[in-house]
């Protein structure tokens, strides 16, 4: 598993601050439909809301790893939300969350998403990967520094 394979630097959206998960869930559904990648907005956020809903999915240290299963992707998805302020995702440790990783895709993929989630606990576990991220100055320097992060865990 390599993040490289399925994160892509347009697919990481920056926020300064979020007032929480549902929000959070809604202003990425609209940055996901204006890029062309989904067609409904609504239903994607609803989609995270309700699995959000059953339980947090904030892994700690300020990691969270939502996952979805709709038809509204034909493939497996990964994305990432920084928001630098972070957000209260109920994580088990307490620490509002900043970075979350969203995975998405239809029901096919069950294996490929369950190695995702997998791996992205390795990977917040193994470094601060939230220090490192927190001022990242777009999507690309993001982008670089999981890429540099991930490659320290896989050697």
Do not use: W
């Not at 969270?64 to 939300?81: N, Y």
């Amino acid at each position: 598993m390599k993040l490289a394979n399925h994160l892509k630097p347009e697919n990481i959206f920056i926020c300064d601050t979020c007032r929480d998960t549902s929000h959070l869930y809604g202003d990425f559904a609209h940055f996901l439909k204006e890029k062309g990648t989904i067609a409904d907005a609504r239903k994607v956020k609803r989609l995270f809301v309700k699995r959000e809903s059953v339980q947090s999915t904030g892994i700690g240290r300020g990691v969270a790893t939502p996952h979805v299963f709709s038809d509204e992707f034909s493939e497996f998805f990964l994305a990432l939300a920084l928001v630098r302020r972070g957000i209260d995702f109920k994580a088990p440790d307490g620490v509002p969350v900043s970075l979350v990783f969203l995975i998405m895709s239809d029901d096919r993929d069950i294996g490929l998403h369950l190695k995702t989630l997998a791996h992205l606990a390795r990977l917040a576990s193994s470094c601060d990967l939230v220090a490192a991220l927190r001022d990242a100055g777009d999507a690309a320097a993001a982008y670089r520094i999981i890429l540099e992060r991930e490659k320290a865990i896989l050697k």
